[in-house]
């Protein structure tokens, strides 16, 4: 099946400062989501975005889908932010419809 | 978008017990998903669950393990059948909100003794 590879696995910011993180993905998607999951576990949709840029507030992403990678930039990090992003993808011959194939994750730490 | 419930919100169970987890929907969806969460982990699909036809299950899953009932446009129930501490895992519905975002349900949190 596809892969999907997140980097950092970690990190650590202090509050104010800026940040990308980074999804590669081994074989070409329909379907490409961002999600931030909050320390209660809840999972938040940031971004559906296979291809091209999007903005929302002090995040941004960007697909390249002919390199197969796609990154998320949070600016002004805050404290809120903390949690786990994952970049979850569904490849063209998936038999589950809209189903997602998740990465690792990466794990985020603001600090005051 | 879409507004998802499930319960229970979370649960303590015995080995060699089971559990059904409900997911209600606002709103009338053609497919809903479950996933599992093991400690520390990513997200792994179990299976999609279509209105009026069997559940497909992703390969490592069964039906005799994780049977699951989509009875209508708005609800879903996955069973965790046979319970054993391997078990103990965030279980998360989730369903298509429209223009291919996926919204997911707050989880049940379970830990099996």
């Known amino acids: 099946g596809i892969q999907v590879e997140q980097s950092p696995p970690d990190l650590i910011l202090q509050e104010g400062a800026n940040s990308t993180l980074r999804c590669n993905f081994s074989?070409?998607?329909?379907?490409l989501q961002w999600f931030h999951q909050n320390p209660w576990g809840q999972l938040i949709n940031l971004f559906y975005?296979?291809?091209g840029t999007k903005q929302n507030g002090r995040l941004s992403a960007t697909t390249v889908a002919t390199e197969r990678y796609s990154l998320l930039y949070i600016s002004s990090s805050q404290t809120t932010d903390s949690g786990v992003y994952f970049c979850?993808?569904?490849?063209?011959?998936?038999?589950?419809?809209?189903?997602?194939?998740f990465g690792k994750g990466t794990s985020l730490l603001v600090t005051p | 978008s879409a507004v998802i419930s499930q319960k229970p919100s979370r649960d303590i169970c015995q080995r060699g017990t089971s559990l059904t987890i409900q997911c209600q929907v606002d709103?009338?969806?053609?497919?809903m998903f479950w996933y599992r969460q093991q400690p520390g982990q990513s997200l792994t699909l179990i299976a999609t669950?279509?209105?009026?036809?069997?559940?497909?299950?992703e390969s490592g899953f069964v039906i005799d393990k994780f049977p699951i009932s989509r009875p209508n446009l708005t609800f879903s129930t996955l069973t965790v059948s046979n319970m054993s501490p391997e078990d103990s895992s965030i279980y998360l519905c989730?369903?298509?909100?429209?223009?291919?975002?996926?919204?997911f349900g707050p989880g049940t949190r379970l830990l099996v003794l």
């Open positions: 979850a993808v569904d490849p063209p011959n998936s038999n589950s419809g809209y189903a997602l194939n």
């Open positions: 975005i296979p291809s």
């Open positions: 669950a279509n209105q009026g036809s069997e559940a497909t299950y």
């Open positions: 074989d070409s998607v329909n379907n």
């Open positions: 709103s009338q969806v053609t497919m």
């Open positions: 989730s369903v298509e909100g429209g223009a291919k975002t996926q919204y």
